[in-house]
């Protein structure tokens, strides 16, 4: 688990610092002292990060946590980060699992997916060509995080500037065609994401025209 930042914290304990009473409710916290403010604060701004996670048993979570500060964790952190590293994996692993058996979809060696939709009748590009593309892009659950179609306007780029999967998945185009690439994490952002946008792991979709290969 990250820790919060100093920033988030301090705004946390601006606000109600010395404002902050029992409510009263069976079992809360009584805030006294700083440090028990300064404690709680850590609290809510983990539970914030820890609700947007589907299924979440608070309580196992409280226990975790409770037991790693007195070193009396059941898990290693080894353990613990390669348990969270899987859940973060699955989705994207499984929805591609599934996108493998459906009709016209292309499974290549490094695992990236692709689905010819229109076929092109210019020539295919090699790594170190220029493209001219328009593209719209979704996470697996159809959240669109870019698109040039709504820009506008198409994009140029180096072929081998851009993510493994965009540089092998238009080298398996010809210019004027267009397809559906499916991209899993390895050959997108990785571990990291993107930009706020792309979460750690994620597996991504790309519906591509290839209009030209830039001479």
């Not at 609290?43 to 500060?69: C, F, N, P, T, Y």
């Not at 040039?148 to 072929?159: Q, T, V, W």
Request: glycine share 12%; hydrophobic share 40%; with cysteine.
């Amino acid at each position: 688990m990250k820790l919060i930042s100093k920033v988030l914290l301090g705004t946390a304990i601006t606000v109600g610092l010395f404002s902050c009473q029992p409510s009263g409710d069976k079992g809360a916290a009584k805030l006294v002292t700083q440090q028990d403010s300064i404690s709680y604060s850590y609290g809510v701004m983990m539970a914030r990060q820890l609700s947007q996670i589907e299924d979440i048993d608070a309580d196992k979570a409280a226990a975790g946590l409770r037991e790693a500060l007195n070193d009396t964790a059941q898990l290693t952190m080894e353990q613990a980060n390669d348990l969270l590293t899987i859940e973060k994996r699955k989705p994207g692993e499984d929805f591609l699992a599934e996108n493998a058996k459906k009709e016209g979809v292309m499974t290549t060696a490094s695992g990236l997916q692709y689905k010819i939709t229109q076929e092109g009748t210019g020539n295919s590009p090699v790594a170190t060509n220029t493209v001219r593309v328009h593209y719209t892009g979704t996470l697996i659950d159809g959240t669109k995080f870019d698109s040039s179609l709504d820009r506008g306007e198409p994009i140029e780029f180096p072929l081998n500037g851009v993510i493994p999967g965009w540089t092998e998945g238009l080298q398996l185009m010809k210019e004027g065609g267009k397809a559906t690439l499916y991209i899993p994490y390895s050959l997108g952002y990785g571990e990291r994401g993107a930009g706020g946008v792309i979460p750690p792991f994620a597996a991504l979709i790309f519906d591509v025209e290839l209009i030209a290969i830039v001479k």
